[in-house]
């Protein structure tokens, strides 16, 4: 225990040491709002897919595939009764009607992309990778089925757009298409060209420096614009670090059938700060963009602090 609570030491110290890197870029004013714009799309758009094609059909074949999809369920699962537990909050709490939805999404949604993916492969491996693959699927799945339609009620756009196109379209990310992609040629037993795959993983090995950098840039924005303590902040902190990993662990315990590993990266991958895309969304709505940024840059400072701390837990999983 003591050997993984040190090792989430040393991955919280390497993280702070680029997250800082991140933040001196911005205040040189390297990191641009257009530069954060590009390295968002340089991690999601290029670098993600291609770290995610190399690491699913490197580690992975068509038994041990079929094997992994009930995996899924367990991830919907908890992240719904976290969601559930977000409704009955935002009325004992008496969150203002116009900020409710942002309210249940910020609670509700780790930062499983640009946090989670990274820590969960530094921490266990790059074999990790198909596990937290599999969370993050569950998450941004009913991140736009779910939250996206609760911000935009907040808003006035009402019921009407909650299955639009522009929605299922933003669904359709580039990580998520090539995970689809990759469970095709997996289930198919495609071989693949060892040049592809030796670019795919160069490509890859980018995503972790750079989400790092991303991050670090917007926590400089946001300390920039100072914080102000809000009704529902506590909630925020209580959801991603006890509530988030406490339902997941209860229903992998329940349902059985994971191995260690895997029930070690999705601990991790719900253990992650506020989603970063809520305050995106909600900015993008009209909704209240500022409340989401504030519960987003607290999570993601005591994350600093809670990362060793899940580490060390993952050992007795």
């Not at 569950?138 to 522009?166: M, P, Y």
């Not at 925020?236 to 070690?264: E, H, K, T």
Request: glycine share 8%; hydrophobic share 55%; with cysteine.
């Amino acid at each position: 225990m003591l050997d993984m609570f040190f090792s989430g030491v040393s991955i919280v110290v390497t993280v702070l040491i680029m997250v800082g890197a991140g933040m001196l870029l911005s205040r040189l004013g390297w990191l641009t709002p257009q530069a954060n714009d590009l390295l968002a799309k340089l991690v999601t758009h290029v670098a993600l897919p291609c770290m995610t094609f190399h690491q699913l059909l490197t580690n992975y074949h068509r038994a041990e595939l079929l094997a992994s999809l009930p995996s899924l369920g367990m991830a919907m699962i908890s992240i719904l009764l976290l969601y559930g537990l977000a409704w009955l909050l935002s009325r004992l709490l008496r969150i203002p009607q116009g900020r409710r939805g942002v309210f249940r999404t910020t609670f509700t949604f780790g930062n499983t992309i640009f946090m989670g993916l990274p820590i969960a492969t530094a921490l266990f491996g790059e074999q990790a990778l198909p596990a937290a693959l599999m969370y993050y699927l569950a998450n941004t799945f009913l991140f736009w089925f779910v939250g996206v339609s609760d911000i935009q009620n907040d808003s006035g756009v009402g019921n009407q757009k909650r299955l639009s196109l522009a929605t299922f379209k933003r669904l359709l990310t580039p990580p998520l298409v090539t995970f689809v992609l990759c469970i095709v040629l997996i289930l198919l037993e495609t071989p693949t060209l060892p040049p592809v795959m030796k670019a795919a993983g160069y490509v890859g090995n980018m995503v972790t420096p750079l989400a790092m950098l991303f991050i670090g840039s917007m926590l400089y924005t946001m300390l920039r614009q100072g914080l102000r303590w809000e009704r529902g902040y506590g909630a925020f902190i209580l959801s991603r670090f006890v509530l988030s990993p406490g339902l997941i662990l209860a229903v992998m315990y329940l349902l059985g059938g994971l191995n260690p590993l895997w029930r070690g990266a999705f601990l991790v991958q719900a253990s992650m700060p506020c989603q970063s895309s809520c305050a995106i969304v909600a900015h993008s709505y009209r909704a209240d963009s500022e409340y989401s940024a504030g519960g987003i840059t607290i999570t993601t400072l005591l994350s600093m602090l809670t990362i060793p701390l899940f580490a060390a837990l993952t050992t007795v999983l």
